[in-house]
Nanobody
């Protein structure tokens, strides 16, 4: 079983910065990709940024140049958010894909954090 603990959310004024962190613990054979998603009220959950085990990154167009995802160690991922805008307000979720051998092949099992609220005031 994998547990994810997120931290770093809060209230900030437009133009400010926040740093989110997510630490995975438990029985973890191997973590493949790690990422951040967000869900604003009345909207679907959307990808914010992901980072692969090899360090490759991908960002939503709306956050490119403002957000930076990093993998602090094998089981921890962070999201540095700068120049925050009111439209960044959402619950942010950490997601990890755990690589596990099952049924004679490798599978990627997704795990989600509980979410952390980010509110940007105008």
């Amino acid at each position: 079983q994998v547990q994810l603990v997120e931290s770093g959310g809060g209230l900030v004024q437009a133009g400010g910065s926040l740093r989110l962190s997510c630490a995975a613990s438990g029985s973890i054979p191997q973590i493949n990709g790690m990422g951040w998603y967000r869900q604003a009220p009345g909207k679907e959950r959307e990808l914010v940024a992901i980072i692969t085990s090899g360090g490759g990154t991908n960002y939503a167009d709306s956050v490119k140049g403002r957000f930076t995802i990093s993998r602090d160690n094998a089981n921890t991922v962070s999201l540095q958010m700068n120049s925050l805008k009111p439209e960044d307000t959402a619950v942010y979720y950490c997601k990890v894909d755990v690589r596990i051998w099952r049924n004679f092949r490798y599978n990627l099992d997704p795990y989600w954090g509980q979410g952390t609220q980010v509110t940007v005031s105008s």
